[in-house]
Every structure is written in C-alpha cells, then in structure tokens.
C-alpha cells in the first residue's frame, strides 16, 4: 500500500509559478519499480495526465503542459515535485499525485493503483 499527499497548491495570477510536492509512504528509489505521476481533474472534465516520471527519471508530458510544467523526484525525501510556470487560467484544477508499480508508465489514469486526495490550483486571469 503506497499512500500519497499532496501539497503547495493555491492561487496565482496568469504567469506566475507554483511548485506542487507529494511526498510518498514508499522507497521511491530506483530498486522499487514505482511510477509516479501527476494528473489533474476541472470542474465537469475528465481526469487528465499532465506528467509522469518512471524509475529510471524518464519523463513525460501532456501536450498543454510541455515546456511550461516539469516533473521531478526527490530519492533521499522520497518526495515527487511538479514546477508548474506561465501558469494559465485553463491549468485551473485539482492536481492529484498517482502511483503505480510498473517499469513502463503511461498518462492513463486507469493504469494507477494509488493516489492522493489531491491540491486545489486556481489560476486567475
């Protein structure tokens, strides 16, 4: 059982930044074949991925994230970190940190077994 909290959500203005962390009950080192991810849920949408970093620091972006968002891991802290900057009004959702064990990981929400309560992001124009 792997359990996940979210945090650093809030609100900020179009083109500002915020930094989410989740920090992770289990080791996130290599040797545990665990992915981690982060999606993101609007009011009346569909739960969507925004980035994903498996256990070799491969990652992967959404499309409407990519060269803004970045996805990164703390080993020692087992911590998972998501920068998010030129923040726009249409990031404006719930940010939930997921896991699942598996070597090769997608942007599919079904594919995750674990996951937050998740962080409110309210990005304002």
């Known amino acids: 059982q792997v359990q996940l909290m979210e945090s650093g959500g809030g609100s900020v203005q179009a083109g500002g930044s915020l930094r989410l962390s989740c920090s992770v009950s289990a080791d996130i080192t290599k040797d545990h074949d665990l992915g981690l991810a982060w999606f993101r849920q609007a009011p009346g949408k569909e739960r969507e991925g925004v980035a994903s970093?498996?256990?070799?620091?491969?990652?992967l972006y959404a499309g409407s994230v990519k060269g803004r968002f970045t996805i990164s891991k703390d080993n020692t802290k087992n911590t998972l970190y998501l920068r998010m900057g030129s923040l726009r009004p249409e990031d404006t959702a719930k940010y939930y940190c997921a896991a699942v064990y598996r070597s090769w990981i997608r942007l599919v929400p079904t594919d995750f077994a674990y996951w937050g309560q998740g962080t409110q992001v309210t990005v304002s124009s």
């Open positions: 970093i498996d256990m070799y620091n491969n990652t």
